[in-house]
């Protein structure tokens, strides 16, 4: 008799899990497209239309050296970007407790936004889904089991904000022709391997140290104080994400791999590392 009781609860606690599962997707499915559906209304047209190397004249001479490695003359301008990844995410603060995920991620130049959907696998059976996004001004990132319990979210703050816009301004190196000064981004000579970088939407403005190679292509980015949260406070950081794996795309050479860690006390500490496996653009000419 208890063998069998044993088995029914295995049995309902088996149902209770697939049903958790299936609306846990589907209820974030529906956030996700509210999310991107957002993104999309606040929109704005590309300008210009395509790529002038008249635009380099009076930039940093290393800047002018990216540009010429990774566009050509009369390259269309990215209007949308959709990319999918693979990799890892360390989910401890203090060690290493890497966990692979996948992920989409649809990226919006004017206005500048992204949405990056993405299923960190904790255990068999147990996924974790999480958004990342910078939508209309504001930052989001929450984190919820089976799509449906919430394990973390932060609260919508200017600091979250900022970092997120971060976020879309260092990953421009997959869509390189928002790096240039057309598209709002002001650029200041460091040496002759460095510049920094200034971007502003809205009344939020971010501030990177890009790193160039001996090709000329950016190799890292880097701040000085993107806000992490430490002990439920917001405290300004180092931080830092690397490329390499550069290969042609849509006739411009773009990384496939990075690297993201913050720079703490005892040195860097990696908390994602992924790989794109997919990327297709909306150009202006289309």
Avoid at 53 to 61: K, Q, T, V, W
Avoid at 143 to 164: C, I
Avoid at 249 to 268: F, H, K, Q, T
Wanted: charged letters at 20%; one cysteine or more; aromatic letters at 10%.
């Amino acid at each position: 008799m208890g063998c069998k009781i044993i088995a029914i609860v295995l049995v309902v606690l088996v149902l209770v899990i697939a049903v958790a599962i299936l609306l846990g997707a589907h209820f974030w499915r529906s956030n996700t497209r509210a999310l991107q559906a957002k993104m999309k209304a606040a929109r704005a047209p590309i300008a210009p239309l395509s790529y002038d190397p008249r635009e380099l004249e009076g930039l940093p001479g290393p800047v002018q050296r990216y540009f010429r490695a990774v566009l050509k003359e009369g390259q269309p301008l990215v209007a949308a970007v959709n990319v999918e990844h693979t990799g890892t995410f360390n989910m401890s603060e203090t060690g290493e407790k890497w966990k692979p995920f996948r992920s989409t991620q649809h990226i919006i130049i004017r206005r500048p936004g992204f949405v990056w959907d993405a299923r960190i696998r904790m255990a068999p059976g147990m996924t974790v889904h999480v958004h990342d996004a910078y939508v209309a001004g504001e930052g989001i990132l929450a984190a919820k089991l089976f799509g449906l319990l919430t394990v973390m979210k932060q609260p919508s703050t200017p600091e979250l904000a900022q970092g997120e816009l971060m976020r879309f301004f260092a990953e421009a190196a997959w869509y390189p022709t928002a790096l240039l000064p057309s598209q709002g981004v002001v650029w200041e000579a460091i040496d002759d391997s460095q510049a920094s970088a200034t971007f502003t939407d809205g009344p939020t403005a971010v501030k990177l140290a890009f790193q160039f190679d001996a090709q000329g292509l950016i190799s890292s980015v880097r701040s000085e104080g993107r806000h992490r949260e430490v002990d439920g406070m917001q405290v300004p950081t180092p931080w830092h994400g690397r490329f390499w794996g550069y290969e042609m795309r849509e006739g411009m050479l773009i990384p496939l791999d990075g690297e993201v860690a913050w720079l703490l006390s005892n040195g860097a500490k990696p908390y994602w590392r992924g790989r794109i496996q997919r990327i297709e653009y909306e150009l202006s000419n289309r």
